[in-house]
Each structure stands twice: as C-alpha cells, then as structure tokens.
C-alpha cells in the first residue's frame, strides 16, 4: 500500500493558491496537512480558506509536525537558503521555487545539505512538464530540425498587479525580470537543448514599472556549449506582447507560440522542406506533472523534472546576465 505524502507549505503564497495547492489534491496520495506563514493571522486565513488542517507561525514547528513528509518553498527569494536547509535537516524533501537562491554559491550550501540529509531537492521549473516543451525537446533530439543553430525566447508581457509588490521594489529579494524570467528561460533552453549556456550579454531597461535600479526588461544573447546562440527577450512592461520559442536548424525551424505560460496552451510548428506542420500535442496540467514527478522521485522512480543542480545552472545563468547588465561586459557562466 502506498503511503500518503503529506506537504507542507512554506510561505502562504499566490502561486500555491493559484496553482500548486490543486495540484497536490490531483496527485494520488498527496494531501496539504500545513501551512508556515511569518504573519499568523495570515497563515491562519489562508489555511482555513484553502482546507488545510495546520497552520503555524515558525518553520521549525512545521518541520517538527510527522505528518509532513515534504516541503513546498514559495518564499521570497532570499529566504530560499536557510529555509530549504532547515526542512532537510528534519528530514523532509524539498521543493523550491526559481530561482533556487541568490547566488551559486547559496544553491550549491541548498544542494549539499539536501544530500547529506538523504532527501530529494527539486527547483520547481514548470515549463519543462509543459507539452510544448517536451514535444520540442523530442523534435530537436530526433534530428528533426537538423544541427541546432540558433534559438529565441520570448517571454514579455504585463505583470498582474496583484504580483506587483516585491518583484518591482525590493532589491533584497532578487527582485526584477532577470531572476523572475530570465531564469525561466535558461532553464528551458537547457532543457530543450540539452546543452550548457557558456557566455552571456545582456542589456537590461527600466521603464518605469520597477522602483530604483530594479529591470523591468532585458534583452539577452546566451552562446551554449554546443555551439547554439540563444535570443532572450523578458519584461513585465508590455501588455500585448505573446510568448514563443523559435528553433532554428540546419535542416528544419520550429516555431511555438504562447508556451512560456503556467496554463497547458500554445502550438508548436515545424517547417522543413517538406512544409510546415503543426506538430499534435497532448496538453496537461504543468503542476500537476511536476508534483507527480517530485513524488515519483522520493520514491526512488526517477528524478524530479528539475533538479537542484539544474535550479543552480539555470540561477547560474541570470546571474550573469545580471552581471553582464550592470557592467556592460560580456560575462561567462560560472557553475562554481
């Protein structure tokens, strides 16, 4: 008989409300038992409003509760670190959101301390459960569009105002749209690619929505491992903009529209000699197969969809991006 997998959520926030939460129940097996919220009254709003049974005011006494066999991080970034190595040393696996922390060097102190303690570390990537991320993944692994060249990435658009808070103010936190988006991005251009980003430049705006020095736009050029030279396009300033990935190859282009998204929507395209075809997809719930993989995977079934080293390389990347866009350098990818 397979036992439940009680989750324990760090942080009373937006993305476990509108995304994760459901997609626990979903999950066979998997159930919410707690909450961890710094502001009490809070926690004990969001427990009662979402059904769940325990709310507490510290970490420590999450992690103390045995019904909690792992734990889901959507704090604000800074608090990433001391709150994934406090869950693993109760021994309880870890689901962290992107980007994983604020430095290599803190991912790298999340990773070890996860190891030592025999726990499962995931970073919660969702596009690659995406159906359109997978399918180009297979197309670009078949030989499909030949000898990949180039890539684009675009992914701007309006933040919500409801998401309008730290994100824009707060330096601290890892605000602005190079470690909210661009890292998304990284991430699944080594996921479709399977290569390793080697040098990054990038050129970053303020255009009024971020306070202070805080980007609200960049664009970005990653040169990869294999050769591939990636165009980056982010911001949360522009409201008709649509997403997409673009491919392009020696044999063939794909073409993928409104796929850089939480919802299970977008078309993918593959143009060769032969013309253009639009390539089927089985779309499903992105959360839902991240949670389904991250269980699997404490089961000893595999691997989360995205590790934690996968969450440091992606982090990693933004990081030089960030570094190439206060220096005006082209800056190169260190793994440390």
């Given at each position: 008989?397979?036992?439940?997998?009680?989750?324990?959520?760090?942080?009373?926030?937006?993305?476990?409300?509108?995304?994760?939460?459901?997609?626990?129940?979903?999950?066979?097996?998997?159930?919410?038992?707690?909450?961890?919220?710094?502001?009490?009254?809070?926690?004990?709003?969001?427990?009662?409003?979402h059904r769940i049974p325990s709310a507490y005011a510290s970490l420590s006494a999450l992690v103390r509760d045995p019904r909690v066999g792992a734990v889901y991080v959507s704090t604000?970034?800074?608090?990433?670190?001391?709150?994934?190595?406090?869950?693993?040393?109760?021994?309880?696996?870890?689901?962290?959101?992107?980007?994983?922390?604020?430095?290599?060097?803190?991912?790298?102190?999340?990773?070890?301390?996860?190891?030592?303690?025999?726990?499962?570390?995931?970073?919660?990537?969702?596009?690659?459960?995406?159906?359109?991320?997978?399918?180009?993944?297979?197309?670009?692994?078949?030989?499909?569009?030949?000898?990949?060249?180039?890539?684009?990435?675009?992914?701007?658009?309006?933040l919500p105002a409801h998401l309008q808070g730290w994100r824009l103010r707060d330096p601290r936190t890892g605000a602005g749209a190079i470690l909210d988006l661009t890292v998304h991005?990284?991430?699944?251009?080594?996921?479709?690619?399977?290569?390793?980003?080697?040098?990054?430049?990038?050129?970053?705006?303020?255009?009024?929505?971020?306070?202070?020095?805080?980007?609200?736009?960049?664009?970005?050029?990653?040169?990869?491992?294999?050769?591939?030279?990636?165009?980056?396009?982010?911001?949360?300033?522009?409201?008709?903009?649509?997403?997409?990935?673009?491919?392009?190859?020696?044999?063939?282009?794909?073409?993928?529209?409104?796929?850089?998204?939480?919802?299970?929507?977008?078309?993918?395209?593959?143009?060769?000699?032969?013309?253009?075809?639009?390539?089927?997809?089985?779309?499903?719930?992105?959360y839902v197969r991240t949670i389904q993989a991250f269980a699997a995977s404490i089961r000893g079934e595999g691997q989360p969809s995205c590790t934690g080293e996968d969450g440091l390389?992606?982090?990693?990347?933004?990081?030089?991006?960030?570094?190439?866009?206060?220096?005006?350098?082209?800056?190169?990818?260190?793994?440390?």
């Open positions: 008989m397979t036992r439940s997998l009680g989750w324990g959520l760090v942080g009373a926030s937006t993305i476990a409300h509108e995304w994760v939460i459901d997609a626990i129940r979903a999950v066979p097996d998997n159930e919410v038992v707690a909450v961890f919220s710094t502001d009490p009254e809070r926690g004990a709003r969001y427990a009662s409003s604000t970034n800074e608090m990433h670190r001391t709150q994934t190595v406090e869950a693993a040393a109760a021994g309880k696996h870890v689901l962290c959101e992107k980007p994983l922390a604020l430095s290599v060097a803190e991912a790298r102190k999340m990773i070890d301390a996860c190891s030592r303690a025999g726990v499962v570390l995931g970073t919660n990537h969702h596009l690659r459960e995406a159906a359109s991320h997978r399918k180009i993944r297979e197309l670009i692994r078949s030989g499909a569009v030949g000898e990949p060249r180039f890539a684009k990435v675009f992914h701007a658009g309006l991005d990284a991430d699944a251009l080594r996921f479709l690619l399977g290569a390793e980003p080697v040098e990054v430049v990038t050129l970053s705006q303020q255009a009024g929505m971020a306070s202070g020095d805080i980007e609200d736009g960049a664009m970005t050029t990653i040169r990869f491992d294999d050769g591939v030279v990636a165009q980056l396009h982010d911001a949360f300033t522009v409201p008709f903009a649509r997403t997409g990935i673009e491919v392009h190859g020696s044999a063939g282009s794909i073409y993928a529209r409104d796929v850089m998204t939480q919802r299970p929507i977008g078309e993918v395209v593959l143009r060769t000699e032969r013309g253009e075809e639009v390539v089927p997809l089985e779309q499903e719930n992105l390389r992606s982090l990693a990347t933004a990081l030089a991006a960030l570094e190439s866009a206060r220096t005006g350098h082209r800056v190169a990818v260190q793994f440390g």
